[in-house]
């Protein structure tokens, strides 16, 4: 089975350009989690989604990040403008629809804001 | 609000010695309480997780944590550790919403050397 996969691995961009991230869940997943992982933190959850509809996103920053799920599988989040402190690892992950089921975490996408 | 500390924030042990990571967490009912590893470079994966039933849990790799509602706590322990066990450890607090799945909340995790 393939796992949860996620592209670029790394992303170098300067303050106020914009950045996406792609995520792919495992097939069959109904609900995806973007997190934010900043160093030296624990996994932070940014947003999480229910086929295609939004759950809970109240750690987001509305302002200038953004995410979306067409079709109920892959996801997109994207953060325009950047900040100095988005610097971080944005981990996707994926979980069936079930209570206290087990999230499946992609690689992660490392990203370095100047 | 949920909330999950990890007091350690570096451990290190000598290859073939026991090892116990702390957790102790924060929630308002029965708790669904997870270990994931994350080694260098690597998503999160799981270790064990605890729902309900018997409160010592077994996981892979050799480890277990044991839930003890008493001192909100879900020690992690593992009775050799092996080289490869060198990684950060975290512990997270599952809270389950309306809309479906599970908001996991994490500690700040616990970084484990092994020395050889």
């Known amino acids: 089975e393939a796992g949860v996969a996620q592209s670029p691995r790394y992303k170098i961009i300067e303050k106020r350009q914009s950045v996406a991230f792609w995520c792919n869940p495992i097939?069959?997943?109904?609900?995806l989690y973007w997190y934010q992982q900043i160093l030296g933190q624990g996994p932070k959850l940014l947003i999480q989604?229910?086929?295609?509809?939004?759950?809970?996103d109240s750690q987001l920053p509305k302002d200038r990040f953004s995410a979306e799920r067409l079709k109920g599988v892959d996801s997109t989040l994207k953060i325009q403008p950047a900040k100095l402190e988005d610097s971080a690892v944005y981990l996707c992950?994926?979980?069936?629809?079930?209570?206290?089921?087990?999230?499946?975490f992609g690689p992660g996408t490392r990203l370095l804001v100047l | 609000a949920q909330s999950v500390t990890q007091p350690d924030i570096h451990i290190t042990v000598s290859e073939g010695a026991s090892l116990e990571l702390r957790c102790n967490y924060s929630?308002?009912?029965?708790?669904?309480l997870f270990w994931y590893v994350q080694s260098p470079g690597q998503g999160l994966q799981l270790l064990l997780k605890?729902?309900?039933?018997?409160?010592l849990v077994q996981g892979i790799k050799g480890f277990e944590a044991e839930f003890k509602r008493s001192q909100s706590s879900f020690n992690l322990r593992k009775p050799s550790v092996h080289w490869s066990d060198a990684a950060e450890y975290f512990c997270?607090?599952?809270?389950?919403?309306?809309?479906?799945?599970?908001?996991?909340?994490f500690g700040t995790g616990t970084q484990l050397k092994v020395e050889l």
């Open positions: 997270a607090v599952g809270d389950i919403l309306t809309g479906g799945g599970n908001k996991l909340t």
């Open positions: 097939s069959g997943h109904a609900t």
């Open positions: 992950a994926s979980s069936p629809d079930r209570v206290a089921e087990t999230q499946y």
């Open positions: 605890y729902f309900s039933g018997d409160t």
């Open positions: 989604f229910q086929n295609n509809g939004v759950v809970d």
């Open positions: 929630y308002g009912a029965t708790p669904y």
